[in-house]
């Protein structure tokens, strides 16, 4: 089973409350008020089926990015997506940097494709040199992924950067997909977003989630906007008859009418990060200067996470993605007090050898 961080189901109950987990990047603020209403009261609809178009949830998001409801897919998170895609466009090859997102590649997988990796480089801080990517998409290439933010570094691509693999894409008759799940968390997400391109590039799948910046993981909630409507219906045919709960499309659609919520969010997340990667430097790690809501580092002692468990946190360990390996974690962003009990635990930790 792949690790995403977050695996709470193999943890028993009693341990649970004692556990911080920093294994997952999800919103420290905790589901919107009005989103957690929203849901409760749509279990009061569970003995029916949802609706599976989504219709009023589509219609908010269709007004949030300002592009055709026919143009937006909603599914089951997404994980969901990425899976329908691959389904869908049934690529004979992919190219995909790494480390990144291992979903991709597990998708990818699943179909036969065979993808070929380009590699970031730690003493580059995993920035993505955008023209040397684009040079590089091999022939053939029906479909690429890019995080912006990427995970699990962190690393934020420059909107023309964006703009040149998108052209080069075209170019050779490939499938963008953008995963923009964390871009909410960044301080300005509308200067780094693709969407402005959907209008004029069908080549161009743009992927999003609830279930980060909403913190909404339990609730399976993910969407994408599509340059193409024709592919986007194709994509919503290929997945599962109702495939968002009406508690998740609820939950959705309440936490799109609190505009606040995102900019306290970016605030605290900012303020956060910048003070946890000058206090994880100054215990000598090797912090990636990421623009998300979590820091990847490197340690000497690959017995970290152990270590830490011990203390009650968990941290996400990153050995299996390709391009890290032993010593490599990423640590969520949170709460100030919550960060202050992880740096004063590793601190002991690390104090110790």
């Given at each position: 089973?792949?690790?995403?961080?977050?695996?709470?189901?193999?943890?028993?109950?009693?341990?649970?409350?004692?556990?911080?987990?920093?294994?997952?990047?999800?919103?420290?603020?905790?589901?919107?008020?009005?989103?957690?209403?929203?849901?409760?009261?749509?279990?009061?609809?569970?003995?029916?089926?949802?609706?599976?178009?989504?219709?009023?949830?589509?219609?908010?998001?269709?007004?949030?990015?300002?592009?055709?409801?026919?143009?937006?897919?909603?599914?089951?998170?997404?994980?969901?997506?990425?899976?329908?895609?691959?389904?869908?466009?049934?690529?004979?090859?992919?190219?995909?940097?790494?480390?990144?997102?291992?979903?991709?590649?597990?998708?990818?997988?699943?179909?036969?494709?065979?993808?070929?990796?380009?590699?970031?480089?730690?003493?580059?801080?995993?920035?993505?040199?955008?023209?040397?990517?684009?040079?590089?998409?091999?022939?053939?290439?029906?479909?690429?992924?890019?995080?912006?933010?990427?995970?699990?570094?962190?690393?934020?691509?420059?909107?023309?950067?964006?703009?040149?693999?998108?052209?080069?894409?075209?170019?050779?008759?490939?499938?963008?997909?953008?995963?923009?799940?964390?871009?909410?968390?960044?301080?300005r997400p509308d200067a780094h977003t693709l969407a402005g391109e959907l209008e004029c590039a069908p080549n161009l799948i743009i992927l999003k989630a609830f279930t980060k910046t909403y913190a909404m993981a339990g609730l399976r909630l993910g969407y994408v906007l599509c340059g193409d409507a024709h592919l986007a219906e194709r994509l919503s045919c290929e997945g599962q008859p109702w495939p968002v709960s009406h508690p998740a499309q609820a939950a959705g659609a309440a936490a799109l009418d609190d505009a606040?919520?995102?900019?306290?969010?970016?605030?605290?997340?900012?303020?956060?990060?910048?003070?946890?990667?000058?206090?994880?430097?100054?215990?000598?790690?090797?912090?990636?200067?990421?623009?998300?809501?979590?820091?990847?580092?490197?340690?000497?002692?690959?017995?970290?996470?152990?270590?830490?468990?011990?203390?009650?946190?968990?941290?996400?360990?990153?050995?299996?993605?390709?391009?890290?390996?032993?010593?490599?974690?990423?640590?969520?962003?949170?709460?100030?007090?919550?960060?202050?009990?992880?740096?004063?635990?590793?601190?002991?930790?690390?104090?110790?050898?």
């Amino acid at each position: 089973m792949r690790d995403h961080g977050g695996e709470w189901a193999g943890i028993l109950p009693g341990q649970r409350t004692e556990l911080l987990d920093f294994s997952a990047n999800i919103s420290p603020q905790g589901m919107p008020a009005g989103a957690l209403d929203a849901a409760v009261k749509a279990i009061c609809e569970a003995d029916r089926y949802p609706d599976p178009q989504c219709r009023a949830l589509r219609r908010k998001l269709s007004h949030v990015h300002d592009i055709a409801e026919e143009k937006i897919v909603c599914g089951n998170g997404a994980a969901d997506l990425i899976w329908r895609i691959c389904r869908c466009l049934q690529p004979a090859k992919a190219f995909v940097p790494v480390p990144t997102f291992t979903e991709y590649e597990a998708a990818l997988d699943a179909v036969g494709c065979g993808i070929t990796r380009f590699p970031l480089q730690a003493d580059e801080e995993f920035c993505l040199n955008a023209e040397a990517f684009a040079r590089s998409i091999p022939e053939g290439t029906g479909l690429v992924f890019l995080c912006n933010p990427n995970n699990p570094t962190g690393r934020l691509l420059a909107l023309d950067d964006g703009r040149r693999i998108l052209n080069a894409c075209r170019e050779c008759g490939a499938v963008l997909v953008v995963d923009e799940c964390f871009l909410d968390f960044t301080q300005r997400p509308d200067a780094h977003t693709l969407a402005g391109e959907l209008e004029c590039a069908p080549n161009l799948i743009i992927l999003k989630a609830f279930t980060k910046t909403y913190a909404m993981a339990g609730l399976r909630l993910g969407y994408v906007l599509c340059g193409d409507a024709h592919l986007a219906e194709r994509l919503s045919c290929e997945g599962q008859p109702w495939p968002v709960s009406h508690p998740a499309q609820a939950a959705g659609a309440a936490a799109l009418d609190d505009a606040g919520y995102p900019v306290r969010l970016r605030s605290l997340i900012e303020a956060e990060r910048d003070r946890m990667h000058k206090a994880l430097a100054a215990l000598n790690l090797c912090v990636i200067p990421g623009e998300a809501n979590f820091l990847l580092f490197r340690c000497a002692d690959i017995s970290l996470g152990e270590k830490l468990r011990e203390k009650g946190i968990v941290l996400r360990g990153c050995a299996d993605f390709p391009g890290l390996g032993e010593g490599w974690f990423r640590t969520a962003v949170r709460t100030p007090a919550e960060n202050d009990r992880l740096l004063a635990a590793m601190g002991e930790v690390l104090d110790r050898g």
